[in-house]
């Protein structure tokens, strides 16, 4: 990259991609003013070339075959923006390979395959940057490897999908129904192209494991963080939710406990008066507790083209402008050790449980035995219906997940419990 122009290869030019093209277009002059050099972009990667692209992108620069471009040894700095593992990873790693600095937005690669990827870039000396990867256009990934290099971070807890947090937003302010807020998020650019990536919590587990690898100093891999998503959350648990003063989130929380690393997704209820709770649609937000810093919090679209695509730019500047300087992620070296993840079941958690029950004399004592029986104490209990329709809702103080699993188990099995029909966790004052 010493010439008078750097030359960029873009990877897919869907959502992400052609908001990219548009930015690198219209803010051509503030890029080249904060780089230093003008960037040009000189080829487009894409998959079919019979769809029509916006005017940003000039039909003499598109390829079908993104070997094209990651080959082409003009091309000095690559964009991924297909996604999903492979062919983004090969392409990624043969245009390490070439010397080419990558910026990606992948977080499925990353959360995977960080520690292939950042080897190989330390191997040859090039930069790749990813901030768009976690929280669309919300800075995070900066502020954690820059800001907080010298500090310690004990935990991260956040809204990281845009899709799931623009569907609850929806079902909980207008009685949409899921599927239809699933299908305005799709409209809108928000989801993954399996939006079952969203739904059930994957997305956002890839997400904090980038983030848990960043501020653990060790490799976090999606696999390591227990998930859950929302497809089981109903317009019954969202009215529950209100009447408890409540609003349902699915959250992302990454801690360290002694030499261990617990990190998990899940829905969970969390009082309207909670920062997070406030946060609506497709934005994301994410506090991360430092040993010296203290609480920051970081909020921002978390989905969406024009926003992930100025993360993107962000780190097409940063690279242009540091040029010749041999720097990969900082924390590479970290990422050659795993993470030493706690087990699921030794997690604290408070629940909130509904059980349909007989209305008889003695339900409520025997729902209670269980509860005691696994060393569960119960915060509160109320009693909703009569007859068939009789339920009982109750919030459980701070328990392991294993003993809230033994007692859901022991639940499904007494005589007067018909079904066990909602369990969510609840973030608390001290403890999620
Ligand atoms: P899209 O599906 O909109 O775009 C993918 C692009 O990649 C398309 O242009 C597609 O071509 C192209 N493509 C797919 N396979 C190939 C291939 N084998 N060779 C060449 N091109 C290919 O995805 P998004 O833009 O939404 O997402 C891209 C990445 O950004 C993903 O990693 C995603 O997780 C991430 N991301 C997305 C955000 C969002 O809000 N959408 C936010 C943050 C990150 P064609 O156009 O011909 O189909
Ligand atoms: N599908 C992702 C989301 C895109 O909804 O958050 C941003 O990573």
């Not at 990867?133 to 290099?149: D, F, K, Q, W, Y």
């Not at 899709?163 to 949409?176: D, I, K, Q, W, Y």
Request: aromatic share 4%; glycine share 10%; charged share 25%.
């Amino acid at each position: 990259m010493a010439g008078d122009r750097v030359r960029l290869g873009l990877l897919g030019c869907g959502v992400v991609g052609s908001a990219t093209a548009r930015i690198l277009v219209e803010n051509a002059h503030e890029i080249e003013s904060r780089s230093g050099v003008p960037v040009e972009l000189a080829r487009v990667a894409i998959r079919d070339t019979s769809k029509k692209r916006d005017a940003f992108v000039s039909p003499g620069l598109v390829t079908d075959d993104p070997w094209d471009v990651v080959k082409d040894p003009s091309i000095d700095l690559v964009v991924e923006v297909i996604g999903g593992i492979e062919p983004a990873r090969d392409l990624v790693l043969a245009a390490i390979g070439s010397g080419k600095h990558v910026v990606t937005a992948n977080k499925e690669l990353l959360a995977n395959e960080a520690s292939t990827v950042m080897k190989a870039a330390s191997k040859a000396g090039v930069k790749v940057l990813f901030e768009a990867s976690v929280a669309g256009g919300t800075p995070i990934v900066r502020p954690m490897t820059e800001s907080l290099a010298g500090d310690r971070v004990r935990r991260i807890m956040g809204i990281l999908n845009g899709t799931t947090n623009f569907v609850l937003t929806r079902m909980s302010e207008s009685g949409e129904s899921f599927a239809d807020a699933l299908a305005e998020a799709a409209e809108r650019g928000y989801t993954e192209l399996d939006p079952s990536a969203d739904i059930e919590g994957h997305d956002a587990a890839a997400k904090l494991a980038i983030l848990a690898s960043i501020a653990f100093d060790a490799a976090v891999v999606s696999g390591d963080v227990g998930c859950e998503g929302i497809a089981n959350v109903t317009a019954r648990d969202m009215a529950a939710a209100h009447d408890l003063g409540y609003e349902i989130k699915l959250l992302a929380v990454a801690e360290r406990h002694g030499d261990e690393v617990a990190a998990r997704v899940h829905p969970a209820m969390m009082p309207r008066t909670h920062p997070l709770a406030s946060v609506r649609n497709e934005l994301n937000a994410i506090f991360v507790e430092a040993e010296h810093a203290g609480e920051l919090m970081f909020l921002g679209r978390g989905a969406g083209g024009p926003a992930t695509a100025s993360a993107i730019v962000g780190d097409i500047v940063e690279i242009v402008r540091d040029r010749g300087a041999p720097a990969a992620y900082p924390g590479a070296a970290a990422l050659e050790r795993r993470a030493r993840i706690q087990p699921a079941g030794d997690v604290a958690s408070r629940y909130y449980v509904v059980l349909s029950v007989a209305d008889r004399p003695g339900v409520l004592a025997s729902v209670a035995g269980a509860f005691a029986r696994h060393g569960v104490s119960i915060a509160s209990v109320r009693q909703e219906g009569f007859g068939d329709e009789a339920t009982l809702v109750l919030i459980t103080h701070s328990a392991s997940e294993a003993q809230h699993a033994a007692t859901f188990s022991e639940l499904e099995t007494l005589e007067p419990v018909r079904r066990l029909r909602s369990r969510m966790r609840v973030l608390g004052t001290a403890e999620v």
